[in-house]
């Protein structure tokens, strides 16, 4: 089945610290990828659309400054976390739709990210 | 915007038994309804999906409805087993939020021995 990996799997850092999140899928290619973030006990909520060779299209609320977010390859999204706050702590999720197109293609995601800021 | 509801939100059953998710969906152009299992720690994992054209789906011992008249789609599991214990999460989307998953709040199934 299709297999989208995202590295790593935890970060802890210090406050003031940038932090690469890596989406990778490794058995399909991939024209739009996804970034989520989850709280405890919640669901997951979008932050943007990761799109090949464009500019990602972030949900309202996200600063685009701070979450940078690069799809250089059809099998590669990363999602940088600029001078990470102890707020920016979460759970990091990616995933991957299926094709290279819009459509109802499935998504699939990567084990997210826990990033601890300290 | 597309509003996903599900229900409930916490299920406890007994090995062996079957295990019901409810969602409810807003949005009459969503035509594309997946579900997804996420273990503690780790990201959602797609079980089952279904398009608008089709009423009902079946893989082994999970099975989707979906009645567009009424605008809302049901998980099923049968014969549960302590692995299916984890948050199921329903979602739809449509071309009229750029094919954009809209999720709904979760299901924390715990499945008893």
């Known amino acids: 089945g299709a297999v989208v990996s995202q590295h790593p799997s935890r970060v802890i850092c210090k406050s003031g610290t940038s932090v690469k999140i890596e989406c990778r899928s490794l058995?399909?290619?991939?024209?739009?990828m996804f970034w989520y973030r989850q709280f405890p006990k919640q669901s997951l909520m979008l932050m943007a659309t990761?799109?090949?060779?464009?500019?990602?299209?972030?949900e309202q609320g996200v600063e685009k400054d701070k979450f940078l977010i690069n799809h250089a390859s059809l099998t590669l999204s990363t999602l940088t976390v600029t001078s990470a706050h102890p707020e920016d702590s979460s759970f990091y999720i990616c995933?991957?739709?299926?094709?290279?197109?819009?459509?109802?293609?499935?998504?699939?995601f990567g084990d997210g990210t826990r990033l601890s800021i300290l | 915007g597309e509003n996903v509801e599900q229900h409930p939100s916490t299920l406890s059953v007994q090995e062996g038994d079957s295990a019901v998710i409810k969602c409810t969906y807003s949005?009459?152009?969503?035509?594309?309804f997946p579900w997804y299992k996420q273990e503690l720690g780790k990201g959602p994992q797609l079980i089952i999906d279904?398009?608008?054209?089709?009423g009902e789906k079946k893989d082994q011992r999970i099975a989707v409805t979906l009645n567009k008249t009424a605008k809302h789609f049901s998980l099923h599991i049968t014969e549960t087993q302590p692995e299916d214990s984890a948050v199921y999460f329903c979602?739809?989307?449509?071309?009229?939020?750029?094919?954009?998953?809209?999720f709904g709040a979760g299901t924390t199934v715990t499945v008893r021995a």
């Open positions: 058995d399909f290619q991939a024209t739009t």
């Open positions: 990761s799109n090949e060779g464009s500019k990602a299209t972030y």
């Open positions: 279904i398009r608008s054209n089709v």
């Open positions: 995933s991957a739709r299926e094709g290279q197109g819009m459509g109802n293609q499935p998504q699939h």
């Open positions: 979602a739809a989307s449509s071309v009229s939020n750029d094919y954009k998953l809209s």
């Open positions: 949005d009459s152009a969503s035509n594309y």
